[in-house]
T-cell receptor, first 111, second 115 residues
Framework: SQQGEEDPQALSIQEGENATMNCSYK?????LQWYRQNSGRGLVHLIL?????REKHSGRLRVTLDTSKKSSSLLITASRAADTASYFC???????????FGKGTTLSVSS | GAVVSQHPSWVICKSGTSVKIECRSL??????MFWYRQFPKQSLMLMAT?????????EQGVEKDKFLINHASLTLSTLTVTSAHPEDSSFYIC???????????FGPGTRLTVT
């Protein structure tokens, strides 16, 4: 089963523009994580935001969390062609053990 | 950071044969390992959770007799796809949970193609 739903499913932008991806989830969480996956490759952990945090930054990444709306957003500023990848949000399953992933947003950054 | 390896990175097999995929935690002990499957242009779907020394817990809809999981040690879990069929062709990703830090680390994935 999938916990999160990302939108948009696909996003195409030019280098230098900002990219915003949204994730909604269904159950209460302790934290929410964002991952990146280049085509056909493994996952790269980007950032974890705890349920008591509203915003977190890491380099060009900015993540927000609104637990009242059960939603999170990932903003990539000043995008680069190398940011082209699929981005997934993930939260823990009900047992609190495994990560359950959203459907993902495929980002394409053209130069 | 912690490293999880998978072997092989890709495999092609004939329909009806079995394939074993290994997942190893290289620098930490993983009390729990997870197996995911990812079809093209889709997200990761959790297949099963395995704890060292005990039987795996399978997600709904995943055939336990077809996807055999063994977690015999704190650093190794294996997934065997038995009697593979073309519809089993997928990207299989494992992850391992560090018993002490409770962090989850992902392997690089194994691309399985069944012809």
């Amino acid at each position: 089963s999938q916990q999160g739903e990302e939108d948009p499913q696909a996003l195409s932008i030019q280098e230098g523009e900002n990219a915003t991806m949204n994730c909604s989830y269904k159950t209460s969480i302790n934290n929410l994580q964002w991952y990146r996956q280049n085509s056909g490759r493994g996952l790269v952990h980007l950032i974890l935001i705890r349920s008591n945090e509203r915003e977190k930054h890491s380099g060009r990444l900015r993540v927000t969390l609104d637990t009242s709306k059960k939603s999170s957003s990932l903003l990539i500023t000043a995008s680069r062609a190398a940011d082209t990848a699929s981005y997934f949000c993930a939260t823990a399953n009900q047992a609190g053990t495994a990560l359950i992933f959203g459907k993902g947003t495929t980002l394409s950054v053209s130069s | 950071g912690a490293v999880v390896s998978q072997h092989p990175s890709w495999v092609i097999c004939k329909s009806g044969t079995s394939v074993k995929i290994e997942c190893r935690s290289l620098d930490f002990q993983a009390t729990t390992m997870f197996w995911y499957r990812q079809f093209p242009k889709q997200s990761l779907m959790l297949m099963a959770t395995s704890n060292e020394g005990s039987k795996a817990t399978y997600e709904q809809g995943v055939e336990k007799d077809k996807f055999l999981i063994n977690h015999a040690s704190l650093t190794l879990s294996t997934l065997t796809v038995t009697s593979a069929h073309p519809e089993d062709s997928s990207f299989y990703i494992c992850s391992a949970r560090d018993g002490r830090a409770h962090e989850q680390y992902f392997g690089p994935g194994t691309r399985l193609t069944v012809t």
